[in-house]
């Protein structure tokens, strides 16, 4: 009965840590008006700054390709390379 209170204590804090918005921007700095951020979940999704103190649109790559945040484009699969995402100035 212990291991069924512990797994379900780490189960609970694994769903609260998850957030499906990570990385999210909440775009509440004039510097990151226009610019993108990678989705931390899928990357063939990203983020992008469209309004000051919006949280940002979440957009969806071509299919086939991936979002590169250090060219700040959506790439060929074949090209991608994951790297460890870099959190925006704000987030939502």
């Not at 951020?37 to 992008?48: E, G, I, R, S, T």
């Not at 949280?55 to 074949?78: F, Q, R, S």
């Amino acid at each position: 009965m212990k291991a069924f209170f512990a797994l379900f204590a780490v189960l609970a804090t694994i769903a609260v840590v998850v957030n499906a918005d990570a990385g999210r921007s909440a775009c509440q700095d004039e510097s990151e008006i226009g610019q993108t951020y990678p989705h931390h979940f899928d990357p063939a999704k990203y983020w992008l700054c469209e309004t000051l103190n919006v949280a940002a649109t979440e957009v969806d790559c071509p299919n086939g390709l991936a979002y590169m945040h250090y060219l700040k484009e959506c790439i060929p699969w074949a090209s991608y390379i994951w790297k460890k995402p870099e959190f925006p100035p704000t987030l939502a």
